[in-house]
């Protein structure tokens, strides 16, 4: 099932506008390997959930697999063929907001090889550009 | 392991100067310690990040000052590719200095081979020793480690005259069956709960009643 949030305070968000790079979440902190995000966007909540999918299948129940971002943000979509106003439109669906620099995902427990091959599997599914990186000690 | 690493005196300090320095491809310093002045310093970027990658904790300085410096700590860009500052404490081969060094998983765990998941919970560990001492890395040998074991700091073996600095029943390593997942709830709910509509809600009501 897709993530989204428990609780919200208020059910609609204005869209926003992506500005600067991540300065948090941008380190490899659980695991050894990680997915780092090279552009902005949104990950919708469907997608985050594809990938963590891909990866375990990959994995198996070898290693841990671990989500970097939750979609806190919910985006709304007006039906097809309808009128100018009548106001904002329902949530559709829920997206994390990405910066460039956030950790998307990070594995631990694996081999590097197995790690590029699971990761570069789940980068497919990612509507940002990604690379690869690892664990720094300093 | 120590590298050499030419630098030069910086004459202005502050975040513009620094971006400066950053443009022309060198890398903003600071060495202090010893109860000496702060001295703030630029290296090249190649150098330092040579250094990085060499695994050098401990670095001899030269040009506008010559000592050995221990790199206390690095900071570096958005993605994590090129540093952006860079702090030497001055010290002597015979100073013990406070470390923290990585923990490196060496041999095959049966616990694995059995179906369970080994994590690694410590990803580096604090410790005290001389700085011509300093470990690369720590060695958790996992050649015996079973489902539902754990290898604990006071495990792990210490280079000579190390001390340790974190409680040693802390757990580094262990070796878990993996958890499996209840099934999920079958009626998911649509819609996450909003924060005060209802008692809201409930006001209108009562407003409009009146």
Not at chain 2, 183 to 190: D, Y
């Given at each position: 099932m897709a993530l989204m949030p428990k609780?919200?305070?208020?059910?609609k968000s204005q869209r926003g506008r992506i500005r600067g790079?991540?300065?948090?979440?941008n380190r490899v902190v659980f695991g050894e390997f990680g997915l780092q995000a090279e552009q902005p966007g949104w990950l919708p909540a469907a997608t985050i959930e594809a990938g963590r999918i891909a990866a375990q299948q990959y994995l198996r129940t070898e290693g841990r697999l671990f989500?970097?971002?939750?979609?806190?943000k919910s985006i709304t979509s007006i039906p097809l063929e309808t009128r100018m106003g009548k106001g904002k439109g329902e949530p559709e669906y829920w997206a994390a907001v990405v910066k460039p620099g956030t950790i998307l995902y990070e594995i631990a427990g694996v081999t590097e090889e197995a790690a590029r091959v699971c990761l570069a599997r789940l980068a497919h599914k990612m509507p940002v550009r990604v690379r690869f990186v690892k664990r720094r000690s300093m | 392991m120590s590298d050499s690493l030419e630098c030069v005196a910086r004459t202005s300090t502050g975040s513009r100067e620094s971006r400066r320095l950053r443009r022309q491809g060198m890398v903003p310093a600071i060495l202090y310690g010893h109860g000496e002045a702060c001295v703030p310093l630029a290296a090249p970027r190649e150098a330092v990040a040579a250094a990085v990658r060499h695994g050098s904790r401990i670095v001899e300085l030269k040009g506008a000052v010559k000592t050995s410096a221990l790199v206390r700590e690095m900071q570096w860009d958005t993605f994590g590719v090129e540093p952006i500052h860079v702090d030497f404490v001055r010290v002597s081969a015979s100073d013990r200095v406070h470390v923290k060094v990585p923990i490196d998983l060496k041999g095959e765990c049966p616990g694995q081979r059995a179906g369970g998941i080994v994590s690694l919970v410590l990803h580096e560990i604090a410790i005290e020793c001389t700085a011509d001492a300093i470990p690369d890395k720590l060695h958790a040998m996992v050649?015996?480690?079973?489902?539902?074991g754990a290898i604990k700091v006071h495990d792990l073996e210490l280079p000579k005259g190390a001390k340790l600095?974190?409680?040693?029943?802390?757990?580094v390593v262990s070796c878990t069956k993996p958890i499996e997942k209840a099934?999920?709830?079958?009626?998911?709910?649509?819609e996450p709960e909003v924060i005060g509509r209802k008692a809201a809600e409930e006001g209108e009501k009562a407003e409009a009643g009146e």
């Open positions: 609780r919200v305070k208020h059910r790079d991540a300065t948090r979440g989500v970097r971002v939750f979609p806190h | 050649g015996h480690l079973e489902v539902g600095l974190v409680d040693a029943d802390e757990v099934a999920e709830a079958a009626a998911a709910t649509a």
